[in-house]
């Protein structure tokens, strides 16, 4: 899974690599993502653009008020999937 991720919060970056995820930047990268976590911003203010979204779209991930384990839990259910994250 790629996964864009927010300025700032790169403190993420190895927890998500080590679960095999390739992470780049939220802002300025050209290629497709399956995924976007960003913190502070409503989604409307995102500037992904079409060359952003793969064939099923991207999950979008705030990152404000969740634990670093509930933002692995989204990303290995690829939703916010049945059993609430908010669990931990």
Partial sequence: M????????EKF????????????PLYGYRGSVDAAIYQNESMESLSLSQENYGGSGVLMICAKNLKPEQILKILQQRNYGEGSILEF
């Fill in 13 to 24: 970056t190895s927890m998500i690599e080590s679960e095999g995820h390739k992470v780049v």
């Fill in 2 to 9: 790629i996964v864009a991720l927010d300025t700032g919060l």
